[in-house]
C-alpha cells in the first residue's frame, strides 16, 4: 500500500517530508496525467486544477483519496462522488487543508461545548505559494458563497467587510467575502447552523485589482499566514456560547499537516467508505487535532483575557 502525492509545489513536498516513514511516491501530472495507483493506495491531491476528475479516475481502481483545494464548483463535484467511493469500498477525503480543513476540525471542536450550533464564521490569512497566490487573487473576484436561514446566497467577493483578529504575530485584519468553499462542506456537517460564511483578508490593492491578471508574479511562500474560527450557538443551559480557535502558521506547512493526518488516517483504514468531510460528527476530532498538533501546528483560543507578558 502506498501513498502517492500529486503535485510537486510548497504543499506537495511538505506532505511528502511529513510522510517520511511511508512509501510515498511522489508524482507530477505535467508530465504524465494520472499515476498508476492500486487498490488500497491513497491519493494526496495537492496540484493546483479541479480534483474532481483524477479522484473519479481512482475511485475506479479502489483507491482512497484527499484533496487539498478550496474550489467552489470542484468541491461540489467532488461531493457528487460519495457513491462511487462507497460502493469500491474507498475514501473520499474532501477539503483537507488550512479552509477547509483545519477549519472543519475546528468547528467540530468548538461545537462540543454547545447544545446548539447557530453561527460558524471562519476567516483566512495567507497564501502557500504561487497557485495558491492566483486563487486567491481570483477569489476577490469570484462567487462568494454564505449560507443563511433560508438557504444559500451567493454575492461578488471583495464585499461584506468585517475586521477579524488573528493570532499573533498575524493580528487584525480586514477580511473580506471570496470564493471559498468551506461553507458547502460546513453546511453538509452542520445542516441546523443558521448562518455560515467565510472571508479572506485583502488589502486595497488586492481588491481593485481582483478582475484584473496579476499584475507581478506570485512570491515562492507567502509569509506567516493564520486562520481564526468562531462558532456561536447555545449552552445546555439555554446560555448563549461564543468561542473561538485559531492558528498561525506558514500556510504551507499547517495545510501539509492537515493533509498528511487525513492521509495517515485513511491508509490505516481510520475513515469511513465515501465521502469525509473535516468537520463530520462521526470522526475522532480530538484524536485527529491532537495529531495535527504532533505536526507542529499550534492552536490559540481567544479568550479575550490579556495574557501576562
Do not use: K
Request: glycine share 10%.
Amino acid at each position: 500500500m502506498a501513498i502517492w502525492i500529486v503535485g510537486c509545489g510548497i504543499v506537495g513536498r511538505r506532505i511528502e517530508r511529513m510522510l517520511a516513514e511511508f512509501e510515498v511516491r511522489i508524482h507530477d501530472p505535467r508530465i504524465e496525467p494520472t499515476p498508476l495507483v492500486d487498490h488500497g493506495d491513497v491519493a494526496v491531491l495537492a496540484h493546483p486544477v479541479d480534483h474532481a476528475p483524477l479522484a473519479r479516475a481512482f475511485a475506479l481502481r479502489g483507491a482512497s483519496v484527499v484533496t487539498v483545494g478550496d474550489g467552489l464548483d470542484d468541491t461540489r463535484e467532488l461531493m457528487a462522488l460519495d457513491h462511487e467511493f462507497t460502493s469500491a469500498g474507498a475514501t473520499l477525503v474532501i477539503g483537507a487543508a488550512l479552509t477547509p480543513g483545519l477549519s472543519g476540525l475546528l468547528a467540530r471542536y468548538l461545537s462540543f461545548e454547545m447544545a446548539n450550533v447557530d453561527e460558524i464564521h471562519v476567516a483566512v490569512h495567507g497564501t502557500a505559494g504561487p497557485s495558491c497566490a492566483r486563487d486567491h487573487h481570483r477569489s476577490l473576484n469570484g462567487r462568494a458563497v454564505s449560507w443563511r436561514e433560508d438557504g444559500w446566497r451567493y454575492s461578488l467577493g471583495g464585499g461584506g467587510r468585517a475586521l477579524c483578529w488573528f493570532p499573533e504575530p498575524v493580528g487584525a485584519l480586514d477580511c473580506f467575502h471570496a470564493e471559498i468553499a468551506s461553507p458547502v462542506l460546513l453546511h453538509h456537517s452542520f445542516p441546523e447552523a443558521q448562518r455560515i460564511d467565510a472571508r479572506r483578508s485583502a488589502r486595497r490593492r488586492d481588491r481593485l485589482t481582483a478582475r484584473l491578471p496579476m499584475l507581478r508574479p506570485p512570491h515562492r511562500e507567502g509569509r506567516v499566514g493564520a486562520l481564526q474560527v468562531e462558532v456561536r450557538g447555545s449552552g445546555a443551559g439555554g446560555e448563549r456560547v461564543t468561542r473561538i480557535l485559531g492558528v498561525a502558521e506558514l500556510v504551507g506547512t499547517a495545510s501539509a499537516a492537515i493533509a498528511s493526518v487525513f492521509a495517515t488516517a485513511a491508509s490505516a483504514g481510520e475513515l469511513p467508505d465515501g465521502m469525509v468531510v473535516t468537520s463530520d460528527a462521526g470522526l475522532d476530532t480530538v484524536r485527529l487535532l491532537r495529531r495535527v498538533q504532533d505536526a507542529g501546528v499550534r492552536l490559540q483560543e481567544f479568550t479575550g483575557v490579556p495574557q501576562p507578558s
